[in-house]
Nanobody, 124 residues
């Protein structure tokens, strides 16, 4: 079992930056990919970014490239999402997820583990 715990959410103003963290614990393998999804009020959960735990290779939702950066700290078993130039439309609950390498991150059902989420609210 892998446990994922998100932190760092909060209320910010448009244009601000925010850093989210996901602490992973439990039986954890280098073959995993970790990443983030988000779910805005009344909308479906969508992919944000992911990172290969072993290689550090990253992938982003096209619309977020250049503003969001995902990174990992293998020593601390932590994945970080740095969000810059935040917009009101970035308001959502952000979820950390983990899946074995090879799963499609466009498929929510392919994720093996989920965190409980952290709320990010961006005011205009």
């Amino acid at each position: 079992q892998v446990q994922l715990v998100e932190s760092g959410g909060g209320l910010v103003q448009a244009g601000d930056s925010l850093r989210l963290s996901c602490a992973a614990s439990g039986r954890f393998f280098n073959s995993y990919v970790l990443g983030w999804f988000r779910q805005a009020p009344g909308k479906e959960r969508t992919f944000v970014a992911c990172i290969n735990w072993s290689t550090g290779s990253t992938n982003y939702a096209d619309s977020l490239k250049g503003r969001f950066t995902i990174s990992r700290d293998n020593a601390k078993n932590t994945v970080t999402l740095q969000m810059n130039s935040l917009k009101p439309e970035d308001t959502a609950v952000y979820y950390c997820a983990a899946a074995p390498y090879g799963r499609r991150w466009s498929d929510l059902g392919g994720m093996d583990y989920w965190g409980k989420g952290t709320l990010v609210t961006v005011s205009s």
